[in-house]
């Protein structure tokens, strides 16, 4: 009995000790860990650049201790997002230091996509390619290399196509999901360019369904207008947003106003506000009859009488008949359609999901009719059509013999489609996965179409043909992991670049990356890497990049803004101020003369601006031949009327295509959260921890439902579900959601499970696209709710 | 039981013999359940190891349900602990004679309880090891402090006042040299039970009886007073203080009863714990469940009246919501049953005290149950989210670890200390019973002829 | 006396959420995994909260953004048996994470529910220590942390316009959230200081704290929507 209440105490007591020397153990281990981290004060600065995550190219500064980037903050000097950033651009340190980048360049070894990898030498690898491209050359083949890139602007962009023509291909395959609004401006104005808004000084903005407060263009030059710290606004007052929406997004929800409205019913609405504006003459008439065209009926070519917009509208897009399409009140419709005429200057701006439909382009110019009507165009506060940045071109491309036959060849993807090029990396993939001949040599760069396209299928076919295909990207994402060589791109915090503002914006801007660390030993700036391989391929190639690094080349380029005698190197609000208004009066002060003092500054502050828009040149209105825009643009007619019984401008059609169907009940309404970084990568976890909207809702992808929907269904808050359509299914969580339509499924993309798997409604896609356009249809897909 | 015992034994009076036999004589049944009651309670210093290496996150805790078991649990047994002190101080000091044969089995109790409840806050801090910094930088403006301060005393002064009433029975255990006699002859601290020894001692239980009720009473006050004096929706009440005090002494009568019923099965008490005692216990169990229901109708009755949001959105979570099935069952534990069966004679016998008083424990477990997670969960500002609240298995171990580590040490109790007060008992036979008739005679009217020889 | 503030302009706020994330960036704020979340334990000391009313098409939503209220009387403070949760003369409501003893009560007494409690170690996976801010320590299990009004920044600020030979100006002290907010809906500054905006807004006929019976007297004022 004593024997063992004795041991029992010993057995007691060792448990103790143990427990504590656990708990001591915990304690040490944090405490190293604070050690680590780097407690001792260390060497700290702030370094101007550009956030490369989104479009939108914010001004940033970095916040850098000791070598480590440990923070990302905005650059007040940057005149569209003026100190603030979005938090996916703050996320962005968890990218530079994401556990699964990719360090070294990496060789295939196994099968495709099994998984084996050799590390080689930068070096190495950029000479492994070189011997390939001159295999192609010898062979009279260049056009046997191809490069699909994503959202690739500025001198990356140039540079590619430099490169490729030097080299002597015509396959440049942009893979950057184009929206189809530079067409409508294009027919209209006769320029070809995505318009800018001037929603700083707009009086209302009337936004159709573009999410400006989530994944526009620039959702900072949004905030800015919204938050009314932009702009000149000098009565301190702000302009009012309304959204016309089908889905209450944040946009919606933080907007003065929402209309939310029936999928694919925008150009009605639209047209409903205009048959107001008209009956009630509260349009500028004084601005359609001198600068437009097709207002009123007219005679064609051909002597036939032709209806114009103003008789279109009036006889089909009577109130009551708009409110019954689109469900939106008369009244609600009446007071919009007032308060766009009051509150000048008012803007409407078309959302790419009005061109992401059946007949989009007709949607996108229903909608712009409003500016247009409103004289919205060309002056504060409306539709502006600036200039780019003034950037010295890059050297003459030098083309040999071989590059001139390789140039002339038809390029793989084909011919665009009447009104655009919707989707030419769809088109290259059909004609590779198909019949045409595939191309020897695939660069990828900033894509990665196994996860991000709607048919990841066709796209494993097609990369399956081409015999070699080398990544750039820093990350193991699908496409990178069906390559043969990863050549891994540094991060924008480690390179130098350029960031033009995007062309939502109206002024002319260009922002500077420059490396804020050093990158990982084997990781090589993509450019550096293709001004390396040209001058290995040598001759005409590399005399046509005749730059050392990326960084002299963009040096080069700064010689533009230099001599061009306007605009300023990034300044706060009162050198802004002060070279606006000189600029107003004809006037320039040179603030460098000395172009090494004007680089050093430019990379100081950011970069450069011109923040003077000259709204009384007639070539910014309209360039088309009688310098009027035309409201019915006869090439659009002549389309139109040779495909028969299709839609028509102006026309009032019922929902062109889908339906739900029994087996297929709930519409698919794919969108895009505002806080994601890169479709296919796993999300930031700051950002994954926090999905705007719902704050309840973490990590796991879902899909909203309305209350009334989930009920009829039987599907609670929180199941998880299959979304399946004809096309395949995925996972998600149900989220129940007032804020969703009935019968509607709001569908985020983008997301993937905590354990990668990707949940993508793109996949689900019917394929549909405009066939003007040739942009593809993300809202006509029916899908069903299935318990997981 | 050696045979050298059992002739020492045999030598002692009636009284003695039965009292001390469970001291000498242990049965089989006594090492399994011992045993058995052992595992449980190992098995909760496993969870309870887990949670101290991989954190607070082991429970089910959470973000604002921010208590839970173990605070439960504090407040639940430290309640019980009014079972033994209060009770008995009460009784002492009211003079009522029924008590003697049950005062000791009580303040029992009180002392193994209260430990019990006391280290729940420390199984629940995110820092154990940090513990003393309550003493080292202690702010006196927190309720946990005035706690920490006052369960002390608390735990002190019913730990001298379970000793110094045992003093006479541990000389009597020495004198018979049955047991341990180095344990018992420092424990019996030279007590020879001589008169001028025994007034003092009587004297000293006095004073304690007295202090020790005002120090019981704030315990329980400032354990409500911890939630009052949060701003948190039906937390932010006045009555808490008394309240909890009620309740405390509620499930104390009710825990007692309890004991009362196995430790006559278990060693043949029935001697000791009579018919009478039980109907006397069932009585104030009886007062206790209409006080019970007075306050909580007060309580609810306030907050519904006031029907202010916040109060009514925890109000409503618990009578009609996701806490209805814990509510109502409170309702029915605490009230409807000890209720309809005490206020029967014929159920205030052991089996119905049983019955009446393990129904109130459990429900003054969902008492405090209901008090601290509907609360918790259902946060002030309405923008917040709910919360939920499933314990985890780690709490779940170490709530039945406490259960059964708390039974276990008071069986090992009555292995070592006689569990009704013999010298007590004799004193009632010898001394009281005279006492009694005079006190008795005293409150009386004298009989006309004496009272004419006193004029 | 100083007595920083904040005040957020609800009618300018967007929900984006900036402010969220730059203060996990700034404060070295700990990601939990994917369960941990889902039982309610991830952190953020500035949370943006939601309110959603009606149903499709007449949904409406209210977006407020959340830090600690740093109250002058704070009810935290008040209930810490430690001390460590307290209040400085400049009115901020700070934490000593060394000594806290993780009891919670702080957390149970604040109205606001803005405190977050460490229930296990908090994982700093060896590529994220490379962006842990060096000014701001990381915190054991077991502690509980809040919002701090960014004061690492504060003893910074005063530091740089010491060495200036200058007095510290408003700008000189901005906490993350407030630089970051793209909308300029957060300011903060000295509420008895004149020459801050704070100063004025606070006495802005839109402007109002969270529920303010309670008398805690919160330092962060909402200017509500105008329309
Ligand atoms: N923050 C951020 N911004 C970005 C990007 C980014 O990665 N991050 N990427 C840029 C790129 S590459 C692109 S392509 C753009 C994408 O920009 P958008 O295409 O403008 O953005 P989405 O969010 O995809 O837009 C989908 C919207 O369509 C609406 N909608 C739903 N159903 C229907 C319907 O039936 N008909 C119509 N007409 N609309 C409907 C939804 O409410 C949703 O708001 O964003 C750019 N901006
Ligand atoms: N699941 C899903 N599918 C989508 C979308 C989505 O959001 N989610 N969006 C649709 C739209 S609108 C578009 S525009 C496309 C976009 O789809 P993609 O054009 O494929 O673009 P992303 O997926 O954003 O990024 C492509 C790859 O670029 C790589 N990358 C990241 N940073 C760098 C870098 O610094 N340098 C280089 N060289 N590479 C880098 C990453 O590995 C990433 O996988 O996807 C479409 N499909
Ligand atoms: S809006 Fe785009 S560019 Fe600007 S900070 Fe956010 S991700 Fe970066
Ligand atoms: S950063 Fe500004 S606009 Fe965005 S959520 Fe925070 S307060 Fe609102
Ligand atoms: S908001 Fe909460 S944590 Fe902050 S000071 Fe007030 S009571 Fe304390
Ligand atoms: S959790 Fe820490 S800070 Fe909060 S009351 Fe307890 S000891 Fe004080
Ligand atoms: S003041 Fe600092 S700590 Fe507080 S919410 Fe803002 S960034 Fe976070
Ligand atoms: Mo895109």
């Known amino acids: ?788 | 039981m050696r045979g050298d015992v059992a002739d020492k034994l045999a030598t002692l009076p009636p009284d003695e013999q039965r009292l001390l036999r469970p001291l000498v004589d242990t049965s089989p049944r006594f090492y399994l359940l011992a045993g058995a009651l052992g595992l449980v309670v190992l098995w909760g210093m496993v969870a309870y190891s887990l949670q101290l290496r991989f954190g607070l996150g082991r429970t089910g805790l959470n973000r604002p349900e921010y208590w839970g078991i173990y605070i439960i649990d504090f407040v639940f047994f430290i309640g019980i602990s009014h079972a033994g002190t209060l009770i008995s101080a009460i009784l002492r000091v009211s003079k009522a004679e029924w008590r003697r044969s049950i005062t000791r089995s009580a303040e029992f109790i009180t002392v193994l309880v209260l430990g019990f409840g006391a280290i729940q806050p420390v199984i629940d801090l995110g820092r154990p090891d940090r513990v003393l910094n309550v003493v080292l930088h202690g702010h006196l403006r927190s309720p946990l402090l005035w706690d920490v301060v006052s369960i002390g005393l608390y735990l002190t002064a019913s730990t001298i006042y379970l000793y110094i009433p045992m003093i006479p029975d541990l000389a009597i255990i020495r004198d018979a040299g049955i047991k341990a006699p180095r344990l018992y002859r420092l424990l019996a601290i030279g007590y020879r039970d001589t008169s001028a020894q025994r007034a003092r001692l009587e004297r000293v239980i006095g004073v304690l009886a007295i202090m020790v009720i005002p120090i019981a009473v704030s315990v329980h006050t400032i354990i409500g007073w911890i939630f009052a004096m949060t701003l948190r929706p039906m937390w932010h009440s006045t009555i808490f203080g008394p309240y909890f005090v009620m309740g405390a002494i509620y499930s104390g009568i009710a825990a007692i009863l309890v004991a009362m019923v196995v430790l006559r099965r278990a060693y043949g008490l029935e001697q000791y714990f009579k018919p009478i005692h039980f109907d006397y216990m069932g009585r104030l169990l009886l007062l206790f469940s209409l006080l019970w229901f007075y306050f909580t109708l007060a309580e609810y009755l306030t907050a519904f009246y006031g029907g202010e949001p916040a109060e009514m959105r925890t109000f409503w979570a618990k009578v009609a919501g996701p806490f209805a099935v814990p509510f109502w069952a409170m309702v029915v534990c605490c009230f409807v049953i000890p209720l309809v069966l005490m206020c029967r004679r014929r159920f205030r016998t052991p089996r119905g005290t049983l019955i009446a008083g393990l129904s109130v424990v459990v429900g003054m477990w969902l008492e405090r149950f209901n008090i601290v997670v509907p609360t918790s969960v259902n946060p002030r500002w309405e923008m917040e989210s709910l919360a939920r609240y499933l314990p985890s298995w780690v709490e779940l171990s170490i709530l039945a670890a406490t259960f059964a580590g708390f039974i276990l040490l008071y069986m090992v109790a009555t292995k070592f200390f006689p569990i009704v007060s013999i010298w007590e008992m004799k004193e009632g036979r010898e001394q009281s019973v005279r006492d009694v008739a005079e006190r008795v005679a005293s409150y009386l009217p004298q009989p006309a002829a004496s009272a004419a020889a006193a004029d | 006396m100083t007595r920083w503030g904040m005040v957020i302009d609800l009618g300018r706020c967007t929900g984006c959420a900036a402010c969220e994330v730059a203060c996990k960036s700034e404060n070295n704020i700990a990601t939990v995994s994917p369960d941990q979340a889902d039982l309610g334990r991830a952190f953020a000391w500035m949370k943006v909260m939601t309110h959603v009313e009606g149903e499709f098409p007449n949904t409406t939503m209210r977006f407020v953004p959340r830090p600690c209220m740093h109250c002058d009387n704070p009810p935290c403070v008040q209930v810490c048996p430690v001390g460590a949760t307290y209040i400085n003369d400049e009115g901020i409501v700070g934490q000593i994470y060394a000594r806290c003893i993780g009891c919670r009560y702080c957390a149970n007494a604040c109205p606001y529910t803005v405190k977050y409690f460490n229930w296990l170690v908090p994982e700093w996976p060896e590529t994220a220590r490379a962006y842990l801010n060096p000014d701001v320590s990381v915190r054991p299990k077991g502690v509980i942390e809040k919002c701090t009004f960014c004061h690492h920044r504060l003893q910074k600020a005063r530091e740089d316009a010491q060495a200036l030979g200058r007095e510290l100006r408003e700008e000189d002290y901005q906490p993350a959230c407030a630089e970051v907010c793209p909308t300029g809906a957060i300011v903060f500054g000295d509420l008895d200081n004149p020459r801050h905006r704070v100063h004025a807004l606070k006495d802005d006929p839109r402007a109002m704290r969270l529920m303010e019976d309670l008398g805690t007297e919160p330092k962060v004022y909402y200017l509500t929507p105008r329309d």
């Not at chain 1, 700064?558 to 990034?570: C, D, S, V, Y």
């Not at chain 1, 000189?582 to 990379?603: I, P, Q």
Request: aromatic content about 10%.
């Open chain 1, 1 to 788: 009995m004593t024997q063992t209440r004795r041991e029992f105490l010993w057995a007691a007591g060792a448990a103790a000790a143990g427990l504590a020397w656990y708990q001591a153990q915990e304690i040490t281990w944090t405490a190293e860990q604070v050690a680590e981290a780097g407690w001792e004060p260390g060497i700290e600065s702030r370094l101007a650049s550009a956030c490369l995550l989104c479009p939108a190219r914010c001004g940033i500064r970095g916040r850098i201790v000791d070598g480590r980037l440990v923070g990302i903050f905005g650059n007040p000097l940057h005149p569209m997002n003026r100190g603030g950033v979005c938090p996916r651009g703050i996320a962005g340190v968890q990218a530079l230091y994401h556990p699964e980048r990719i360090r070294a360049p990496r060789l295939r070894t196994g099968a495709r996509g099994a998984g084996g990898w050799q590390a080689l030498s930068t070096e190495g690898a950029v000479a492994l390619v070189a011997e390939r491209l001159r295999g192609l050359r010898a062979g009279g083949r260049p056009d046997g290399v191809a490069v699909l890139a994503g959202y690739c602007d500025g001198t990356m962009h140039e540079l590619w196509r430099q490169f490729l023509r030097a080299f002597g291909s015509p396959n440049y395959v942009a893979d950057d999901y184009r929206d189809g609004i530079d067409a409508v401006m294009s027919l209209t104005h006769g320029i070809s360019r995505r318009p800018a808004y001037d929603l700083e000084r707009s009086g209302l903005v009337l936004s159709f369904g573009a999410p400006l407060f989530e994944a526009w263009w620039s959702p900072l030059q949004a905030y800015v207008a919204f938050g009314g710290s932009g702009g000149d606004r000098r009565d301190g007052s702000r302009p009012r947003f309304v959204q016309v929406d089908t889905r209450f997004s944040r946009t919606a929800a933080r907007a003065q106003e929402w209309l939310g409205i029936r999928p694919g019913t925008y150009a009605t609405l639209a047209l409903g506000i205009a048959y107001v504006l008209i009956k009630e003459e509260l349009f500028d008439a004084d601005f359609v009859a001198r600068h437009v065209t097709g207002y009123e009926d007219r005679l064609d070519a051909a002597g036939r009488p032709q209806e114009g917009y103003r008789s279109r509208v009036l006889r089909q897009y009577r109130t009551e008949e708009v409110s019954a399409v689109t469900g939106v009140p008369v009244e609600r419709i009446v007071a919009l359609a007032k308060a766009f005429a009051e509150r000048r200057p008012a803007v409407a701006v078309i959302g790419a999901e009005v061109m992401q439909a059946p007949d989009g382009l007709l949607g996108g110019l229903a909608v712009h009719s409003l500016n247009v009507l409103m004289g919205s165009v060309n002056r504060p506060g409306g539709v502006l059509f600036p200039d780019d940045p003034p950037l010295e071109p890059l050297a003459a491309p030098v083309l040999d013999a071989s590059a001139r036959a390789g140039v002339a060849r038809p390029p793989i993807s084909g011919a665009a489609m009447p009104f655009g090029d919707g989707d030419p990396a769809r088109r290259f993939a059909q004609a590779v996965a198909g019949a045409a001949t595939p191309p020897e040599v695939l660069f990828i760069y900033y894509a990665n179409p196994l996860a991000s396209s709607a048919d990841s299928g066709l796209w494993t076919r097609a990369l399956s043909r081409i015999p070699f295909i080398v990544s750039c990207s820093p990350f193991l994402d699908e496409t990178a992991r069906y390559a043969d060589l990863i050549l891994p791109d540094a991060l924008p915090y480690e390179r130098w670049q350029d960031a033009p503002a995007p062309a939502s914006y109206p002024y002319p801007t260009w922002g500077l990356t420059r490396p804020l660390v050093t990158p990982p030993p084997g990781a090589v700036h993509t450019g550096d890497a293709l001004l390396a391989l040209a001058q290995q391929l040598g001759g005409s190639v590399a005399r046509s990049l005749p730059y050392a690094s990326v960084e002299e080349l963009l040096k080069a380029r700064a010689r533009g803004p230099f001599a061009a005698r306007r605009g300023m190197t990034l300044g706060d609000e009162f050198e802004r101020t002060h070279y606006r208004q000189m600029e107003e009066r004809g006037w320039w002060l040179a603030e460098h003369t000395e172009f090494e003092a004007f680089w050093d500054d430019l990379v100081a502050r950011g970069g450069w601006t011109d923040l003077f828009y000259d709204d009384t040149d007639p070539a910014r209105l309209a360039r088309t031949p009688d310098g009027r825009i035309d409201l019915m643009p006869p090439q659009l007619q002549g389309a139109l009327d040779a495909a028969g019984s299709g839609p028509a401008l102006y026309a009032y059609s019922a929902q062109p295509a889908g339906a739900p169907t029994p087996e297929f009940p709930l519409r698919l309404m794919p969108y895009r959260v505002s806080t994601l970084a890169s479709g296919t990568l796993a999300l930031e976890p700051w950002l994954a921890e926090q999905p705007t909207l719902f704050p309840d809702r973490h990590w796991v992808p879902w899909v909203e439902v309305h209350p009334a929907t989930a009920e009829r269904l039987g599907l609670e808050d929180g199941t998880m579900l299959w979304v399946r359509s004809s096309r395949g299914r995925y996972r998600a969580r149900l989220k129940v959601f007032p804020g969703t339509a009935p019968e509607h499924v709001g569908a985020p993309y983008g997301l993937r499970h905590p354990d990668g798997e990707l949940a993508n409604p793109l996949q689900l896609l019917d394929g549909s696209a405009d066939p003007l356009t040739g942009v593809p249809c993300w809202f006509t897909t029916f899908v069903r709710l299935e318990q997981a």
